[in-house]
């Protein structure tokens, strides 16, 4: 097995004896006279193995060996002694090394270490890849080819390589990021603990902070006479999705903001506080930085949140992934169906490629289970697509013709929710609806114009 092997040794001599012995075996060296040199020339080269002396200048052998073994890509570390270093040897041993060789050493020792050494780490560093690609099939595959979804696959591994931080997953409707939150959490070291998500948007204002922090018995009317825990300690050990977060109440921000800083929750009506261990994702389609600018938006939760953006692109921004999540979803639904489907025509997959896909992800899926139900089995062809053709919504019939000049943005968007709001007499589910926004955004807007709704 052809490796890359650095010899670290102060003895010219010495260094010169062993690569000799490992070229003829088919290796290819470096070497290093001390140990200062020795690091920098692991980081630079990233070598397979490193055969290491104890007894160098600068820096020791076992000085450099941690930051050996800490390296993105450690390599193994065979340590090189005298008889009088034994001792200092098996310290070393402790510390990570894979074997030991006593000087002077023999050609064949050297040899059928250096191979057992190297077989062993080409074990072991095809049972790690296997086990990451293990916890990507776990989380439900990110597919795509496009460079923009390839940055977010990088982004989501670089935050599950942290213990706990946290991440804004932003996009569109529909692009997937639940997927992305699932993908933070299995392919973390909280694997094993529980994945919870809750649509801040889907829950009532009063209700919301209840479902989240838990409350104590008797906290509230109508509320379970035992009092009953939140989702925030239901996902102690794990992840916690918070998708539509920008929906959240500007009180209950704060709290959040609270959990974040401290590691810490109140229930409802309790006095103690309760250590969390959680990784909290927050997910919104809005933007949140502009949100912070308007007030509606606490500025001190935004950067608490927002440690490491991850934006999904809205599929139409990358047409290129269509082909392999279509394909994804037609064998998924396959195997569901029980059919035997061959794929897609040439037509059929140019008529998924031209469609916008306002619906993001979502729309492509329903789109290809209706085309696998319609077709039944064999090809999938254009005339078992139904793709309606997306009109451009209409502007709000609550809208007057205004000057611009002298006129703000929120002045003309309070001018708006005011003329709204006498339109349809109060009605606030109503004003929501034909504004385009939930009632959630609305009640926020009503509170931050100072307008009462009746």
């Not at 896909?357 to 289970?369: D, S, T």
Request: glycine share 10%; aromatic share 4%.
């Amino acid at each position: 097995m052809a490796a890359h092997l650095l010899i670290a040794d102060d003895d010219a001599g010495v260094r010169a004896g062993l690569a000799a012995i490992c070229r003829a075996a088919g290796h290819r060296i470096s070497e290093a006279a001390d140990g200062g040199e020795a690091l920098e020339r692991a980081r630079a080269e990233a070598p397979d193995l490193v055969l290491l002396d104890l007894c160098m200048p600068v820096r020791t052998g076992l000085d450099v060996l941690p930051d050996l073994l800490g390296l993105d890509h450690p390599p193994a570390v065979v340590i090189l002694t005298g008889h009088a270093d034994v001792p200092t040897a098996v310290r070393a041993m402790q510390l990570g090394a894979t074997n030991l060789l006593q000087k002077p050493i023999e050609p064949q020792v050297l040899q059928d270490v250096v191979a057992r050494v190297l077989e062993s780490r080409s074990v072991r560093v095809e049972r790690d890849r296997l086990r990451d690609e293990l916890a990507r099939l776990r989380s439900g595959p990110i597919i795509g080819r496009s460079p923009s979804i390839r940055r977010v696959i990088e982004h989501v591994d670089r935050v599950a390589a942290t213990p706990r931080s946290t991440a804004l997953v932003s996009g569109e409707s529909g692009v997937g990021k639940e997927l992305v939150a699932r993908a933070i959490h299995e392919r973390s070291a909280r694997a094993e603990g529980p994945f919870v998500a809750v649509n801040c948007a889907a829950i009532s204002e009063g209700l919301l902070e209840a479902e989240l922090f838990g409350y104590e018995p008797g906290a509230f009317t109508g509320g379970d006479p035992k009092g009953r825990g939140g989702l925030i300690a239901a996902a102690d050990g794990g992840t916690l999705l918070l998708d539509e977060v920008g929906e959240m109440d500007p009180a209950l921000q704060a709290k959040l903001l609270r959990v974040l800083q401290e590691r810490t929750l109140r229930k409802v009506g309790g006095t103690l506080d309760l250590p969390m261990d959680v990784r909290i994702v927050a997910a919104t389609n809005r933007d949140l930085a502009t949100m912070v600018d308007e007030g509606g938006f606490r500025e001190d939760l935004y950067y608490r949140l927002n440690v490491l953006s991850i934006h999904v692109p809205a599929l139409r921004e990358r047409a290129e992934d269509v082909a392999p999540i279509a394909t994804h979803f037609l064998a998924r639904f396959a195997e569901e169906l029980g059919r035997d489907f061959t794929g897609f025509s040439e037509a059929a997959m140019d008529t998924l490629q031209r469609h916008p896909w306002p619906g993001n992800i979502r729309e492509l899926k329903n789109a290809v289970e209706r085309a696998a139900i319609m077709a039944e089995e064999g090809l999938i062809r254009p005339e078992h697509l139904v793709l309606p053709r997306r009109e451009a919504p209409a502007a709000p019939r609550v809208g007057s013709s205004l000057p611009l000049e002298g006129w703000s943005l929120k002045g003309m968007e309070e001018h708006l929710i005011r003329r709204a709001l006498v339109e349809f007499a109060g009605n606030r589910s109503q004003v929501a609806r034909e504004l385009g926004i939930n009632r959630t955004t609305l009640y926020n807007k009503l509170r931050s114009y100072g307008i009462e709704a009746g």
